[in-house]
């Protein structure tokens, strides 16, 4: 029987700590977190984490990269140590020869700072790199050429601090050589180029490099893939696996939002590497498995957050994202909703629909009837749904309110009334320790009544010719004769997103629409129509695509591409637009394949990369026009 998918990290950001051979562990935890649903939409790591990062990063599978690494000779890994250009003493030379008696190998550790070479690491990941991305120009794949954002840290002994590249900072250099410089573990590897040595002295777990901006827009959760060593052998390799392993707790506490999934290597040390054999890395590879099931068996206890840590949205996005999550987390029975108007009806219709078609009691307090057409139409699509609509002259808060009667399972997204300027802020309340906070709120509402239920909305197949006559007259862009429309059955793998980012609120509620679609008998996402109980109808858009040679250019629809790639579907059912004279509204062109989920909230220029107003293609707005929808 196939694991539970994950509720919490079908997007998050990954991060790995260093561990020299004992990387091999990750396989294991890499492929169960797959079977979890677990997506990366951007990855870090530090010493033999940067390696998995990397290829994570070049698009890899936990299996491919378990097919990389089993066709690693550790020992090859060995080079001879490098000539370096100062000089060595007479002392340095006897030196050297009295401590090889007792440590054999001390003399290059003296002379030439290392007993081997790193080079091997380099030449080996740039080569594994160059077959998973084998369109790259030039002879070594660069950070800019990678398919997710990629950061790798090391130490600079001649700066005295930590370096840090990555996709921003340094698009236009080798991630091989980053790696390399990462994984080179002081004593044991020369430093690179004299000045960089393994990350792990300063960053063995490098999650600081996703509180900065670049990083923030992808996720606000992190999964953390440490190594934890059962015994260490002797003296020497207790100080280095110190250096390698001691700041891994103090870095988590650095960042909010991290979440360790603590792999068992054994008695195996980071610098095994002349010891490792096929048995090791069958042992570490199923500790990772091991590890990654534990974690997720028990996801809920260790994510639900506590009063001691509350969760605080920054953004709209953040907050839609928190509700929608609870679509896929729990059955709710009741959910109230108090805001000063109803956009939020149009950002998760989907999460609505689904709680409506389940029977959740929904009620919505606003303030009395707005003019203004959006408004107007919003509530009658409440009144169609069965959302119970209570006109309130002053909001006593805003925010929403789930199953706040029940003391264990309640929760709260309330909007802060602290708000500077346009930012939006929220806090997460969630029960049983919050329950007299969420009990007030639910007494500021007021008496309800008594709810009755007059049926649940159903999804219908619904009529091509209706939309296609809806884009005609409302789209300016198709309005001409000699264009061509019609449903088709495309191939994912063919289609071009004109965003490289999806929000991450839209992607959690396509499960749900998925499901609808395949419980009316629908294939997905084929035109369909919602059926109110009281006889009226809206259209559920089809993704649309603009035809253009052998491409596919996703104009709406790109979260649900995105949703099948994910999920192994290999067909999707488009309204295929032909013959279009108009330029496309974004010149981002991103195989849907390459497509990120950003859960931060993301303005137009951070999905689409430029302003696309002039040719936007207003598509929600022709097909649910309020002047005509509704009514």
């Known amino acids: 029987m196939p694991e539970p998918r994950t509720y919490f990290f079908e997007s998050c950001l990954g991060v790995f700590q260093g561990g020299g051979c004992r990387g091999a562990a990750f396989v294991g935890a890499l492929r169960h977190v797959a079977e979890r649903g677990v997506n990366f939409s ?7 984490g940067s390696i998995i990062a990397a290829l994570l990063a070049a698009g890899a599978t936990a299996d491919q990269i378990g097919a990389l690494l089993a066709q690693i000779d550790f020992k090859d890994f060995l080079r001879p140590p490098e000539p370096i250009k100062s000089k060595i003493s007479t002392w340095q030379r006897i030196g050297g020869a009295i401590g090889d008696w007792f440590y054999p190998g001390i003399s290059e550790v003296i002379q030439k700072h290392g007993r081997y070479s790193s080079v091997k690491i380099e030449e080996w990941l740039n ?20 398919i997710k954002p990629l950061w790798v840290v090391a ?27 990462s994984c080179s573990i002081p004593g044991f590897f020369q430093p690179v180029d004299n000045h960089y040595v393994d990350g792990g002295i300063l960053s063995n777990l490098p999650s600081f490099t996703f509180s900065s901006e670049a990083s923030a827009i992808h996720s606000k959760r992190i999964l953390a893939f440490t190594l934890r060593l059962d015994t260490p052998e002797d003296y020497f390799k207790a100080v280095l696996n110190t250096a390698l392993d001691g700041s891994v707790n103090i870095q988590a506490r650095l960042v909010e939002n991290v979440y360790e999934i603590r792999i068992q290597t054994g008695s195996i040390s980071a610098t095994d590497f002349a010891d490792m054999d096929d048995k090791k890395t069958a042992q570490l590879i199923r500790n990772g498995t091991d590890a990654a099931k534990e ?51 149009y950002s998760i219709f989907p999460a609505f629909l689904k709680w409506r078609t389940q029977g959740v009691e929904i009620h919505a307090f606003l303030p009395p009837e707005d003019r203004k057409p959006h408004e107007l139409y919003r509530r009658r699509l409440m009144a169609e749904m069965g959302i119970v609509f209570h006109s309130t002259a ?3 808060f805003r925010g929403f309110l789930i199953d706040p009667q029940n ?13 500077v300027g346009n930012e939006v802020r929220a806090i997460k309340y969630v029960g049983p320790d919050d329950f007299p906070a969420i009990r007030a709120l639910h007494a500021m509402l007021g008496p309800v009544g008594t709810y009755s239920e007059a049926g649940p909305p159903k999804l219908q197949r619904g009529s091509d010719l209706d939309l296609e006559k809806k884009l005609r007259d409302h789209v300016s862009q198709y309005g001409q004769a000699s264009i061509s429309m019609r449903m088709e059955t495309v191939n994912v793998s063919d289609l071009m997103a004109l965003s490289s980012l999806v929000r991450e609120y839209k992607y959690q509620q396509i499960k749900s629409l998925h499901g609808m679609f395949r419980t009316a008998g629908l294939d997905p996402f084929d035109v369909a129509v919602v059926k109110y109980p009281g006889g009226k109808e809206t259209i559920v858009t089809p993704p649309i695509v603009e035809a253009s040679g052998k491409s596919f250019y996703l104009i709406q629809g790109t979260t649900r591409a ?27 062109h991103t195989p849907i394949r390459e497509v990120l989920v950003g859960g931060r909230t993301l303005n137009t220029l951070e999905r689409y990369g430029q302003p696309i107003d002039a040719d936007f293609r207003h598509i929600e707005f022709a097909v649910h026009l309020p002047s005509e929808t509704l009514l």
């Not at 951007?42 to 033999?48: D, E, K, M, Q």
């Not at 990555?166 to 991630?175: F, I, L």
């Not at 929760?411 to 708000?419: G, I, N, R």
Request: glycine share 6%.
């Open 155 to 181: 130490a600079d002994i001649v700066a005295q601090a930590v370096k840090v590249w990555s996709h921003g900072q340094s698009p236009d250099e080798d991630v091989a050589h980053a790696v390399r410089c």
């Open 394 to 396: 002053q909001v006593p």
């Open 127 to 146: 080569g594994a790199l160059k077959q998973l991305l084998p369109k790259t120009d030039g002879k070594n794949v660069k950070f800019k050429d990678l």
């Open 562 to 588: 995105f949703f099948c790639v994910r999920e192994g579907i290999e067909q999707i059912r488009c309204l295929v637009v032909r013959n279009l004279s108009a330029a496309l509204p974004s010149a981002n």
């Open 407 to 419: 003391s264990t399972d309640c929760a709260a997204l309330v909007y802060m009334e602290d708000t």
């Open 42 to 48: 951007g990855v870090a790591g530090t010493s033999a």
């Open 295 to 345: 974690f997720f068996d028990g996801e809920l206890g260790k994510v639900r957050p506590s009063s001691a840590r509350r969760t605080v949205c920054e953004g709209t996005d953040e907050v839609l994202t928190e509700l929608t999550t609870i679509l896929n987390v729990r059955n709710i029975k009741k959910l109230f909703v108090a805001d000063e108007d109803s956009n939020w009806l």
